[in-house]
């Protein structure tokens, strides 16, 4: 165990390095790269926490889409740009903030102090008594062996076998929202600024 | 079955020891270069450590995440490089031709 902590101490003070880098840099196309790192070394952590499914999640969502949609909307978004066309990293300044921000992170604090408080309410990780194992059915962990023909993680045997029509359902909302964003974030071609001009003259 | 070997151990820490240099080198990395660089080496690190941990926890299966992991570093590469490049994610001609002129232009040719 000792092993392990020497492990994810460091994950978790790298973790608090670059949330702390992502609030203060002003530049938010770095800022987009550090929300990469930090969702890197979140998945690492749940990783660690025998969460391969919700890890899994978090790379493809957190590590690819995401920034390729921050990415996607900051090319949408005015900037100054060189006379040859050329991005330098400087060009996505964020504006200056206009208040102080001492609320924001009075309020930050005591939101981080109440969460902490709440999980000493919580079992221990890894607690074999926990509401978690024992309700609502624990033959759930002893049948998923044999109904699975082996699949060695119950997590995901429950999320993509006993409640599969429930991740299919989620699986479709999600699929919704992409196309709604790729609409959003699409970039307009000379074709569709011709028709909007055409439609604008008829009108 | 965990191979609890004082090398694994010592190659984790090693592997943390990188990954918090890569991070310092995109704090401050003054060019996108420095920065895509940086996230990069950091995304391969993730790769490593998650295989060693696997090996550490005796938890093997957790190779097929690496790879996942490696997969998507590659994809966000690519597309962090292609809007580094072109300003966007398509190639129309409008963007090929600033492409164009920004290769030709002195400061990239010295």
Same mark, same amino acid.
């Given at each position: 165990?000792?092993?392990?902590?020497?492990?994810?101490?460091?994950?978790?003070?790298?973790? $608090? $390095?670059?949330?702390?880098?992502? /609030?203060?840099?002003?530049?938010?196309?770095?800022?987009?790269?550090?929300?990469?790192i930090y969702s890197f070394l979140g998945a690492s952590w749940m990783l660690i926490l025998d969460a391969p499914d919700v890890a899994f999640t978090e790379a493809a969502v957190g590590a690819g889409i995401s920034t390729i949609l921050m990415l996607a909307t900051l090319s949408l978004t005015p900037k100054k740009r060189h006379r040859d066309g050329h991005l330098q990293s400087d060009d996505f300044e964020e504006k200056p903030l206009k208040h102080?921000?001492?609320?924001?992170?009075?309020?930050?604090?005591?939101?981080?102090?109440?969460?902490?408080?709440?999980?000493?309410?919580?079992?221990?990780?890894?607690?074999?008594? /926990?509401?978690?194992?024992?309700?609502?059915?624990?033959?759930?962990?002893? %049948?998923?062996?044999?109904?699975?023909?082996?699949?060695?993680?119950?997590?995901?045997?429950?999320? /993509?076998?006993?409640?599969?029509?429930?991740?299919?359902? +989620?699986?479709?909302?999600?699929?919704? $929202?992409?196309?709604?964003?790729?609409?959003?974030?699409? %970039?307009?071609?000379?074709?569709?600024?011709?028709?909007?001009? +055409?439609? +604008? /003259?008829?009108? | &079955? #965990?191979?609890?070997?004082?090398?694994?151990?010592?190659?984790?820490?090693?592997?943390?020891?990188?990954?918090?240099?890569?991070?310092?080198?995109? &704090?401050?990395? #003054?060019?996108? @270069?420095?920065?895509?660089?940086?996230? =990069?080496? @950091? !995304?391969?690190?993730?790769?490593?450590?998650?295989?060693?941990?696997?090996?550490?926890? !005796?938890?093997?299966?957790?190779?097929?995440?690496?790879?996942?992991?490696?997969?998507? =570093? @590659?994809?966000?590469?690519?597309?962090?490089?292609?809007?580094?490049?072109?300003?966007?994610?398509?190639?129309?001609?409008?963007?090929?031709?600033?492409?164009?002129?920004?290769?030709?232009? #002195?400061?990239? =040719?010295?």
């Open positions: 165990m000792l092993n392990m902590n020497l492990i994810v101490i460091p994950i978790l003070l790298l973790l $608090a $390095a670059t949330a702390v880098t992502v /609030a203060r840099i002003r530049n938010l196309w770095a800022a987009v790269m550090f929300t990469g102080s921000p001492f609320w924001p992170l009075l309020v930050v604090t005591i939101t981080g102090c109440a969460l902490v408080y709440g999980t000493y309410d919580m079992p221990a990780f890894g607690d074999p008594n /926990a509401p978690i194992q024992v309700y609502p059915d624990p033959s759930f962990v002893a %049948k998923s062996q044999p109904d699975m023909h082996g699949l060695p993680n119950v997590v995901t045997a429950v999320l /993509a076998s006993y409640r599969g029509y429930d991740t299919l359902g +989620e699986t479709a909302v999600i699929f919704t $929202a992409g196309i709604a964003v790729l609409l959003i974030l699409r %970039k307009n071609t000379p074709e569709d600024d011709r028709r909007a001009n +055409e439609q +604008e /003259a008829v009108s | &079955m #965990p191979i609890d070997h004082p090398a694994l151990l010592v190659a984790a820490i090693a592997i943390l020891v990188t990954m918090t240099l890569a991070l310092i080198r995109a &704090m401050l990395g #003054p060019t996108i @270069f420095d920065r895509v660089l940086a996230l =990069n080496m @950091f !995304g391969t690190k993730t790769v490593l450590l998650i295989c060693v941990v696997g090996f550490l926890t !005796g938890r093997t299966d957790f190779l097929d995440l690496a790879l996942l992991y490696s997969l998507m =570093n @590659f994809i966000g590469m690519v597309a962090l490089l292609r809007f580094s490049e072109y300003g966007t994610f398509g190639d129309d001609e409008e963007h090929k031709s600033l492409v164009e002129s920004w290769k030709n232009s #002195p400061e990239v =040719n010295g």
